[in-house]
Protein backbone atom coordinates (compact mmCIF):
# COMPACT_ATOMS: atom_id res chain seq x y z
CA UNK A 1 0.00 0.00 0.00
CA UNK A 2 1.23 3.75 -1.29
CA UNK A 3 0.82 6.32 1.53
CA UNK A 4 0.31 8.51 -0.84
CA UNK A 5 -2.46 7.07 -2.82
CA UNK A 6 -4.40 6.74 0.85
CA UNK A 7 -5.14 10.61 1.00
CA UNK A 8 -9.07 9.85 1.79
CA UNK A 9 -8.38 7.45 4.57
CA UNK A 10 -10.12 7.99 8.30
CA UNK A 11 -8.24 9.35 10.62
CA UNK A 12 -5.97 7.42 13.46
CA UNK A 13 -7.51 7.24 16.82
CA UNK A 14 -5.74 9.88 19.21
CA UNK A 15 -3.77 8.35 22.03
CA UNK A 16 -5.48 7.71 25.02
CA UNK A 17 -5.37 10.96 27.74
CA UNK A 18 -3.48 13.13 25.05
CA UNK A 19 -4.57 16.29 23.37
CA UNK A 20 -5.63 14.44 19.56
CA UNK A 21 -4.56 17.97 18.08
CA UNK A 22 -1.11 17.68 18.98
CA UNK A 23 -0.06 14.05 19.86
CA UNK A 24 -1.42 10.99 18.10
CA UNK A 25 -0.74 7.40 16.75
CA UNK A 26 -0.56 7.16 13.04
CA UNK A 27 0.21 4.28 10.20
CA UNK A 28 0.09 3.90 6.95
CA UNK A 29 -3.15 4.34 6.21
CA UNK A 30 -3.28 8.10 8.18
CA UNK A 31 -0.06 8.44 7.33
CA UNK A 32 -1.18 11.43 4.73
CA UNK A 33 -3.96 13.33 7.07
CA UNK A 34 -1.83 12.74 10.27
CA UNK A 35 1.73 13.67 8.63
CA UNK A 36 1.67 15.33 5.15
CA UNK A 37 -1.11 17.23 5.32
CA UNK A 38 -0.85 18.99 8.74
CA UNK A 39 3.10 19.73 7.64
CA UNK A 40 2.20 22.31 5.60
CA UNK A 41 0.96 24.43 8.03
CA UNK A 42 3.21 23.19 10.93
CA UNK A 43 6.25 21.13 11.34
CA UNK A 44 4.94 17.52 12.49
CA UNK A 45 7.93 15.03 14.16
CA UNK A 46 7.36 11.71 13.31
CA UNK A 47 8.62 9.34 16.13
CA UNK A 48 9.31 5.53 14.89
CA UNK A 49 9.40 3.14 17.87
CA UNK A 50 8.90 -0.64 18.66
CA UNK A 51 7.84 -1.97 21.91
CA UNK A 52 10.36 -3.74 22.48
CA UNK A 53 12.90 -0.77 22.03
CA UNK A 54 14.49 0.30 25.19
CA UNK A 55 15.66 3.43 24.13
CA UNK A 56 12.27 4.16 22.87
CA UNK A 57 10.74 4.03 25.78
CA UNK A 58 13.04 7.04 26.96
CA UNK A 59 12.66 9.43 24.25
CA UNK A 60 9.09 8.91 23.64
CA UNK A 61 8.09 10.67 26.84
CA UNK A 62 10.97 13.32 26.60
CA UNK A 63 9.51 14.19 23.11
CA UNK A 64 5.84 14.13 24.01
CA UNK A 65 6.96 16.50 27.15
CA UNK A 66 8.23 19.15 25.00
CA UNK A 67 5.37 18.76 22.21
CA UNK A 68 3.33 19.93 24.88
CA UNK A 69 5.49 22.98 26.19
CA UNK A 70 5.78 23.90 22.52
CA UNK A 71 2.04 24.74 22.65
CA UNK A 72 1.02 23.84 19.10
CA UNK A 73 3.90 25.23 17.09
CA UNK A 74 4.88 21.12 16.61
CA UNK A 75 3.05 18.76 16.38
CA UNK A 76 3.76 14.60 17.07
CA UNK A 77 2.89 11.62 15.60
CA UNK A 78 4.22 8.19 16.78
CA UNK A 79 4.39 5.34 14.32
CA UNK A 80 4.72 1.92 15.88
CA UNK A 81 6.84 -0.17 13.15
CA UNK A 82 6.58 -3.25 14.35
CA UNK A 83 2.75 -2.62 12.85
CA UNK A 84 3.95 -0.67 10.37
CA UNK A 85 6.72 -2.15 8.03
CA UNK A 86 5.50 -0.96 4.87
CA UNK A 87 5.65 2.74 5.75
CA UNK A 88 9.17 2.26 7.82
CA UNK A 89 10.59 0.06 4.58
CA UNK A 90 8.92 3.36 2.48
CA UNK A 91 10.85 6.11 4.68
CA UNK A 92 13.91 3.58 5.04
CA UNK A 93 13.76 3.55 8.72
CA UNK A 94 16.71 1.21 9.45
CA UNK A 95 16.87 1.34 13.21
CA UNK A 96 14.52 2.57 16.14
CA UNK A 97 14.03 5.16 17.15
CA UNK A 98 14.35 7.40 14.36
CA UNK A 99 12.68 10.69 14.47
CA UNK A 100 11.79 12.62 10.83
CA UNK A 101 10.93 16.44 11.36
CA UNK A 102 8.20 17.00 8.36
CA UNK A 103 7.76 20.71 6.75
CA UNK A 104 5.76 21.43 3.80
CA UNK A 105 5.39 17.81 3.19
CA UNK A 106 8.84 16.96 3.02
CA UNK A 107 11.21 15.14 5.37
CA UNK A 108 13.31 18.50 6.35
CA UNK A 109 15.38 17.33 9.60
CA UNK A 110 15.96 13.82 12.05
CA UNK A 111 17.78 12.37 14.05
CA UNK A 112 18.86 8.01 15.70
CA UNK A 113 18.69 7.03 18.97
CA UNK A 114 17.54 8.30 22.29
CA UNK A 115 18.55 11.45 22.99
CA UNK A 116 18.63 13.83 25.99
CA UNK A 117 16.09 16.36 26.74
CA UNK A 118 18.19 19.26 26.06
CA UNK A 119 19.42 18.00 22.55
CA UNK A 120 15.49 17.36 21.77
CA UNK A 121 14.44 21.24 22.70
CA UNK A 122 16.87 22.35 20.49
CA UNK A 123 15.55 20.10 17.77
CA UNK A 124 12.19 21.31 18.58
CA UNK A 125 13.17 25.14 18.45
CA UNK A 126 14.83 24.62 15.32
CA UNK A 127 11.66 23.59 13.79
CA UNK A 128 9.35 26.55 15.64
CA UNK A 129 11.89 28.89 14.93
CA UNK A 130 12.17 30.17 18.41
CA UNK A 131 13.09 28.85 22.15
CA UNK A 132 10.38 26.30 23.58
CA UNK A 133 10.56 27.45 27.29
CA UNK A 134 8.89 24.43 30.04
CA UNK A 135 6.06 25.90 31.91
CA UNK A 136 7.74 23.45 34.70
CA UNK A 137 10.65 25.52 34.86
CA UNK A 138 8.58 28.36 36.11
CA UNK A 139 6.10 26.53 38.52
CA UNK A 140 9.22 25.05 40.13
CA UNK A 141 10.55 28.90 40.35
CA UNK A 142 7.25 29.93 41.86
CA UNK A 143 7.12 27.24 44.45
CA UNK A 144 11.03 27.91 45.49
CA UNK A 145 9.85 31.14 46.12
CA UNK A 146 6.97 30.50 48.44
CA UNK A 147 8.89 27.68 50.51
CA UNK A 148 11.35 30.91 51.12
CA UNK A 149 8.60 33.04 52.15
CA UNK A 150 7.68 30.20 54.77
CA UNK A 151 4.74 29.78 52.79
CA UNK A 152 4.61 26.24 52.80
CA UNK A 153 0.80 25.13 51.78
CA UNK A 154 1.70 27.45 48.47
CA UNK A 155 4.65 26.01 47.91
CA UNK A 156 3.64 21.98 48.40
CA UNK A 157 0.25 22.45 46.41
CA UNK A 158 2.51 24.22 43.25
CA UNK A 159 5.26 21.43 43.57
CA UNK A 160 2.15 18.45 43.85
CA UNK A 161 1.35 20.08 40.48
CA UNK A 162 4.40 19.87 38.94
CA UNK A 163 4.48 15.70 40.09
CA UNK A 164 0.98 15.47 38.65
CA UNK A 165 2.86 16.37 35.26
CA UNK A 166 6.03 14.73 35.96
CA UNK A 167 6.14 12.03 38.66
CA UNK A 168 9.85 11.66 38.67
CA UNK A 169 10.65 15.44 38.98
CA UNK A 170 13.10 15.57 42.10
CA UNK A 171 13.69 19.11 41.86
CA UNK A 172 9.58 18.84 43.05
CA UNK A 173 10.04 15.73 45.26
CA UNK A 174 12.61 17.05 47.27
CA UNK A 175 10.68 20.48 47.65
CA UNK A 176 7.52 18.99 48.71
CA UNK A 177 9.18 17.25 51.83
CA UNK A 178 10.55 20.12 52.61
CA UNK A 179 7.18 21.47 52.55
CA UNK A 180 5.98 18.57 54.64
CA UNK A 181 8.17 18.64 57.50
CA UNK A 182 7.77 22.53 57.51
CA UNK A 183 4.39 21.79 58.19
CA UNK A 184 4.70 19.22 60.80
CA UNK A 185 3.58 15.89 59.22
CA UNK A 186 7.04 14.58 59.96
CA UNK A 187 5.50 10.70 59.98
CA UNK A 188 3.82 10.99 56.50
CA UNK A 189 7.57 12.40 55.53
CA UNK A 190 8.97 9.65 56.87
CA UNK A 191 6.45 6.75 55.41
CA UNK A 192 6.82 9.03 51.72
CA UNK A 193 10.81 8.77 52.03
CA UNK A 194 10.96 4.73 53.47
CA UNK A 195 8.96 3.71 50.53
CA UNK A 196 11.25 5.19 47.91
CA UNK A 197 13.68 3.62 45.47
CA UNK A 198 17.67 4.19 47.21
CA UNK A 199 18.74 6.00 44.13
CA UNK A 200 16.27 8.47 44.28
CA UNK A 201 16.72 8.62 47.69
CA UNK A 202 20.31 9.95 46.96
CA UNK A 203 19.35 12.23 44.02
CA UNK A 204 20.82 15.78 45.37
CA UNK A 205 17.51 18.00 45.79
CA UNK A 206 15.85 14.75 47.75
CA UNK A 207 19.17 13.63 49.92
CA UNK A 208 19.27 17.55 50.92
CA UNK A 209 15.55 17.36 51.75
CA UNK A 210 16.03 14.02 54.08
CA UNK A 211 18.69 15.99 55.95
CA UNK A 212 15.72 18.54 56.95
CA UNK A 213 13.21 15.67 57.60
CA UNK A 214 16.23 13.37 60.05
CA UNK A 215 16.34 17.04 61.56
CA UNK A 216 12.78 17.15 62.43
CA UNK A 217 12.96 13.66 63.46
CA UNK A 218 15.31 14.78 66.38
CA UNK A 219 11.90 15.98 68.74
CA UNK A 220 13.69 19.70 69.31
CA UNK A 221 10.42 22.36 69.87
CA UNK A 222 10.38 25.92 70.81
CA UNK A 223 9.89 24.78 74.19
CA UNK A 224 13.62 23.05 74.00
CA UNK A 225 14.45 26.70 72.71
CA UNK A 226 13.50 29.12 75.24
CA UNK A 227 15.23 26.48 77.70
CA UNK A 228 18.70 26.22 75.86
CA UNK A 229 18.93 29.81 75.56
CA UNK A 230 18.81 30.19 79.55
CA UNK A 231 21.16 27.26 80.02
CA UNK A 232 23.51 29.13 77.56
CA UNK A 233 22.70 32.57 78.86
CA UNK A 234 23.95 30.82 82.61
CA UNK A 235 26.99 28.78 81.47
CA UNK A 236 28.13 30.09 77.89
CA UNK A 237 30.69 27.02 78.25
CA UNK A 238 28.29 24.06 78.09
CA UNK A 239 27.99 22.86 74.56
CA UNK A 240 25.41 20.63 75.29
CA UNK A 241 23.69 23.41 75.72
CA UNK A 242 24.68 25.20 72.73
CA UNK A 243 23.71 22.45 70.73
CA UNK A 244 20.36 22.06 72.13
CA UNK A 245 19.75 25.37 71.66
CA UNK A 246 21.28 24.94 67.68
CA UNK A 247 19.33 22.35 67.76
CA UNK A 248 16.27 24.15 68.74
CA UNK A 249 17.29 27.12 66.33
CA UNK A 250 17.05 24.71 63.54
CA UNK A 251 13.39 23.17 64.78
CA UNK A 252 12.01 26.87 65.08
CA UNK A 253 13.68 28.51 61.54
CA UNK A 254 16.18 30.71 63.16
CA UNK A 255 19.11 29.73 61.50
CA UNK A 256 21.32 32.47 61.93
CA UNK A 257 21.20 31.71 65.48
CA UNK A 258 21.65 27.94 64.94
CA UNK A 259 24.54 28.57 62.87
CA UNK A 260 25.87 30.75 65.81
CA UNK A 261 25.60 27.81 68.36
CA UNK A 262 27.12 25.26 66.41
CA UNK A 263 30.29 27.75 65.44
CA UNK A 264 30.30 28.09 69.27
CA UNK A 265 31.22 24.70 69.95
CA UNK A 266 33.44 24.22 66.79
CA UNK A 267 35.28 27.36 68.44
CA UNK A 268 35.63 26.40 71.89
CA UNK A 269 36.27 22.85 71.28
CA UNK A 270 36.41 20.83 67.62
CA UNK A 271 36.42 17.73 68.67
CA UNK A 272 33.30 17.69 71.19
CA UNK A 273 31.38 14.95 70.54
CA UNK A 274 32.39 13.45 67.64
CA UNK A 275 32.63 16.69 65.98
CA UNK A 276 29.14 17.22 66.64
CA UNK A 277 29.05 20.65 66.30
CA UNK A 278 30.57 20.49 62.56
CA UNK A 279 28.51 17.62 61.55
CA UNK A 280 25.20 18.71 62.34
CA UNK A 281 26.27 22.48 60.66
CA UNK A 282 26.92 20.20 57.68
CA UNK A 283 23.52 18.96 58.09
CA UNK A 284 21.76 22.30 58.42
CA UNK A 285 23.73 23.75 55.02
CA UNK A 286 22.47 20.26 53.18
CA UNK A 287 18.99 20.87 54.41
CA UNK A 288 18.50 24.65 54.07
CA UNK A 289 20.12 24.21 50.33
CA UNK A 290 23.72 25.42 49.11
CA UNK A 291 22.78 28.61 47.88
CA UNK A 292 20.22 29.54 51.03
CA UNK A 293 21.75 33.24 52.69
CA UNK A 294 22.29 31.44 55.74
CA UNK A 295 24.04 28.20 54.39
CA UNK A 296 26.39 30.74 52.59
CA UNK A 297 27.25 32.54 55.73
CA UNK A 298 27.70 29.24 57.53
CA UNK A 299 29.89 28.16 55.67
CA UNK A 300 31.96 31.40 55.26
CA UNK A 301 32.30 31.38 59.42
CA UNK A 302 33.17 27.54 59.84
CA UNK A 303 35.71 28.47 57.17
CA UNK A 304 37.35 31.18 59.26
CA UNK A 305 37.05 29.03 62.47
CA UNK A 306 38.63 25.85 60.76
CA UNK A 307 41.30 27.44 59.05
CA UNK A 308 42.12 30.33 61.61
Given at each position: ?????D????????????????????????????????S??????????????G????????????????????????????????????????????????K?G?????????????????????L?????E??I????????G???????E??????????????????A??????????????????????N?????????P????????????T?????????AR???????????????????????N??????????A????????????????LI?F????G??????????RA???????
Amino acid sequence: MSIILDATAPNATPTAGQDKDLIKDSGIETFVQDVIEPSMEVPVVVDFWAPWCGPCKSLTPTIEKVTREAGGRVKLVKVNIDENQELAMQLRIQSVPTVYAFKGGRPVDGFQGAQPESEVRAFYERLAGGPIESPIAAILEQAAGALADDDHETAHGLYVGVLEREPQNETAIGGMIRCMVAMGEVEETRHFVDNMAEADRLKAPIASAISALELAETGYSKEDLDVARAKVAADPDDLQAQFDLGMACFATNKREEAVNAMIAIIRKDRSWNDDAGRTQLIKFFEAWGPMDPASVAGRRALSTVLFS
